[in-house]
Structure formats: structure tokens, C-alpha cells
């Protein structure tokens, strides 16, 4: 492909949502991990928040599931650069802390949850008595098989109030 034929393509990146031209708008595309159609992120966004949740879940054009939006200035030929951004980006939100978590006291996405829970678990009381309890277990007895690793990996993650799966 040559250089005229990707700058007469990206003059022609369209919203399939607002039929408008996302680079002459200066938004940020909307990357879903599993589709290639070219959206706004705010489009995208608004689209997934609107209707019926199993609808929503998927590209508006193809309707193939996806399960992450990312925002990017850069609009990717590659699926592997753009799966390498949409990585990246998950990276980023797990520095974040879960809003619903520290307003509730739950998340319903448990550990499938891309921000992060750990802050949150680490000041309280409960979190801190189970990790003393996973410390004294571990020093007392090296020999510790796999059940008890699992109970103790199971304590630390279904701490939450609400699990919808």
C-alpha cells in the first residue's frame, strides 16, 4: 500500500454511528480487541450504555462480541498493534482504583474487574487479618498443599458482596 493510499484512507475514517470524520473531529477512535470497524470512542461508548446489555456487547456493524473498547488517537491496521494498545491501556486502569468499589463496598466484576481492587483491600480490616492468616499458615507448615493454597486464593478473591457469575 503506498503513502497516497493510506492518507486518502485515514481522510476517509468515517463514525458508522455519526457519519462524521473522526480525524477532522480531533476524538479518539474506539478500539474494540475483537472487531476492525472504525467508531469514535465517545460513539462506542454511548452506543454500549444504550439498550439491551447482550446487544450492546457487540460491534454495531457485524455484531461480532466484543468485550473491551479502548480510546486512541492512532487508528491500527494491525492486530497486533492494536492489541498491544488495548493491553497497554488495561495496564493503565489496573493503576486506578475501582470507583464502584470504594463507593459501594463491592463490584460486581469481582477479579475480572479491569480497575484495581487491591488499594481498596489493603486498608481494610478484613483483607489485612486474611493476609496475616495466609502469612502464619505459610510459615508454620512449607508443606502446604494445593487445597489449602486454593482456600486461601479463594478467600482473597470472592471477598466481594456480589458475584453475578
Known amino acids: 500500500m503506498s503513502n497516497e493510499d493510506r492518507i486518502e484512507e485515514i481522510d476517509?475514517?468515517?463514525?458508522?454511528?455519526c457519519f462524521e470524520n473522526i480525524s477532522t473531529?480531533?476524538?479518539p477512535f474506539g478500539l474494540q480487541n475483537n472487531c476492525n470497524h472504525i467508531f469514535c470512542f465517545d460513539c462506542l461508548s454511548t452506543w454500549r450504555q444504550t439498550g439491551n446489555k447482550e446487544t450492546n456487547r457487540r460491534c454495531p456493524l457485524c455484531r461480532i462480541r466484543s468485550t473491551f473498547?479502548?480510546?486512541s488517537w492512532r487508528c491500527f491496521n494491525n492486530?497486533?498493534?492494536k492489541q498491544l494498545l488495548i493491553n497497554a491501556h488495561k495496564l493503565r486502569?489496573?493503576?486506578?482504583?475501582c470507583q464502584t468499589l470504594?463507593?459501594?463496598d463491592y463490584c460486581r466484576f469481582g477479579h475480572r474487574c479491569f480497575y484495581n481492587h487491591h488499594i481498596r483491600f489493603q486498608s481494610s480490616?478484613?483483607?489485612?487479618?486474611?493476609?496475616?492468616?495466609?502469612n502464619t499458615i505459610e510459615l508454620s507448615n512449607e508443606n502446604n498443599n494445593n487445597e489449602q493454597r486454593e482456600s486461601l486464593r479463594r478467600i482473597r478473591y470472592n471477598s466481594h458482596?456480589?458475584?453475578p457469575y
Request: proline share 6%; glycine share 0%.
Open 125 to 134: 480490616f478484613l483483607f489485612n487479618q486474611q493476609q496475616q492468616q495466609q
Open 93 to 97: 486502569l489496573k493503576n486506578v482504583p
Open 25 to 27: 473531529m480531533n476524538k
Open 79 to 81: 492486530n497486533n498493534d
Open 12 to 17: 476517509n475514517m468515517t463514525c458508522y454511528i
Open 69 to 71: 473498547i479502548a480510546p
Open 102 to 104: 470504594l463507593r459501594y
Open 161 to 163: 458482596r456480589y458475584r
